[in-house]
Each structure stands twice: as structure tokens, then as C-alpha cells.
């Protein structure tokens, strides 16, 4: 599951609307009543750095085919987005195929790249669509220190059950109630936390470096593990199932030309690209906009 992802390294602030659309408002350019004016695309994000990222790849691959994009970035997490999506005041948001789809359906099963998307599609309502999953994946982790790692033996999510009624786990405040989330890891490991801290942005890296929290809800392309100072617990039984980056759209306003180049993103963008952008953004401190069209102009989409 994907929560709404606010992962920033200790110390580095997240991208706010203001790097990526000007600030202010987040639906300043495209109106929030009846998506964007004269049949612009309106690409939207989350609020936390790679979903930035991602809507900009997005939305320049869209321009450079001569589209018109409309921006609205930074609008919160999935419980405050989706229902823009779903009238049509968004027309293309960056996605996670097993996130979304445990938002539709909740008693979903985590499988496979195509399995998770031939179950978004069925429980999709009418209006939405999914193109092309990238094989770029983000994927959640319960994450703890290396030190935590090697005083406890954890290797698993399995290996928390007999440690965590003593460990504190910080995470974002939906972490708590997903499916995906707290409640998964009791009902699939028998893991259940001693105590549960809402952090985000760089008090989630943060809390977990200076032992406010023991356990970490981070995300695998964050540059926070290029460090080797944190272990991701192994997810054997696929708990957190498929994370592959989706464009999700409002059909009527996404054309071919439109759907072509979401979907020629999609086929170029790995897992590797994923965390090294997302390592400009969050720890060199770069503009999404330019890690976009560097990366948009060396797969030759630009």
C-alpha cells in the first residue's frame, strides 16, 4: 500500500506546491469547479516529493506532444485527491496500482503487476481509467535502524511479532487505519506496535534516527537507504503487494496524443531512474521541473 508518501531526508524540506506550480493555492490554475479552462489536461499531485516529480514528468511529456497542461500540485493525500479525480476537476494523476486499488477495495488481494491492474479496472468507477504501469515501483516498508535490526534480529515483517508491543511505529496519520497499514500487519504477521506516532516529511527520517520511533513506514526509492544505516524488512507474504507508478485519468479529457505520451513514460521509466530523481529532488535539492526534463530528454521524450 501506498500511504501518502510525505518521505523527505532528515534535514532537506519537502517540495511545496511553490517549487512545483508557483504556490499558493494548489488549484489556482485549473479552478477546482470543472477541471481545466479550454480543454487543457489538468495534472495533478500528492503531497510529497515524488509525486511532484512524477506529475511534472507527466505533464512536460505531455507538452513536448503539443498538449496543453494545466498544474495542480501539492493537493494532499489520496483520501483528499481521489474525489477530484473521480468528478473531473483533475484529468491525470501519478499513481501506485496496489495503493489505489486497496482504496477502492479494501478487501482486494495483493498480486502482480497485471493482476492488481486487471482488478483496478474492474473496480474502477465510471469516468476513470488506467494506462500503462511503469515498472518503476515504490513500495512501502516498515523500516527500522541498522542497530534496531541487528539488537532484535529482524530480517521480516514476520521477526516484529515478538518485538513490537515494545517498539513505537511512525508513519503517516492514514498508515493507521489502511488496510495496507497497521491493520494488515496485525491481521497478516501478528504484528502489533506498542505505540503508533503520525510523523511525515523529515520528522518520520528523523524520529526514526534519533529514537523517538523504532520503526519506520519509509518507502524503497527514498535516497535515506543509499546511506546504509536502515534496513527495510522483507515483506514475505506481500503485504504491501505491487506499487508500480500508473497514470490515473478522467478519460473524456485525456486524448490519444495525451494517452500516448503517459504511456511512453510508463515504458521508459525504471525503478533505478525513480530513485536516483527522487535522490536529486530530495537530497541535492533540485527543482522537480528540471529533474523532469533532464530525465524526459535523456529517454527522448522531450
Known sequence: MRT?????????????AATACGGGDPYQDGGGG??????????????????????????QAMEAQGVEVEK????????VYYDQIESGNLSVFPEYNG??????????SSGDTEATNEAIRAALPEGLEILDS?????KDTVTVTRET??????????????????????????????????????EVYGVEFGDFTPLEGNLLVEGLTNGDVQAANLFTTNAVFTTGDFVALEDPENLFGSQNVTPLIYGDAVDETARAAL?????ELTTEDLTELDERVEVDHEEADDVAADWLQQAGLA
Open 72 to 79: 495542480q500540485f501539492d493537493i494532499g493525500s489520496r483520501e
Open 134 to 138: 511503469a515498472e518503476a515501483e515504490s
Open 4 to 16: 501518502a508518501k510525505r518521505l523527505a531526508i532528515a534535514g532537506v524540506p519537502l517540495i511545496l
Open 99 to 108: 495503493a489505489i486499488l486497496f482504496h477502492l477495495d479494501p478487501d482486494a
Open 263 to 267: 504511456n511512453a513514460v510508463s515504458a
Open 34 to 59: 470543472e477541471g481545466g479552462g479550454d480543454g487543457a489536461v489538468v495534472v495533478g499531485s500528492a503531497n510529497f516529493p515524488e509525486s511532484i516529480l512524477l506529475a511534472e514528468i507527466y505533464a
Open 149 to 186: 535490526a541487528e539488537a532484535h534480529g529482524l530480517r521480516t515483517l514476520a521477526d516484529l511479532a515478538d518485538v513490537a508491543g515494545d517498539l513505537t511505529l511512525g508513519a503517516p496519520a492514514e498508515f493507521e487505519t489502511r488496510t495496507q497499514g497497521v491493520p494488515g500487519l496485525a
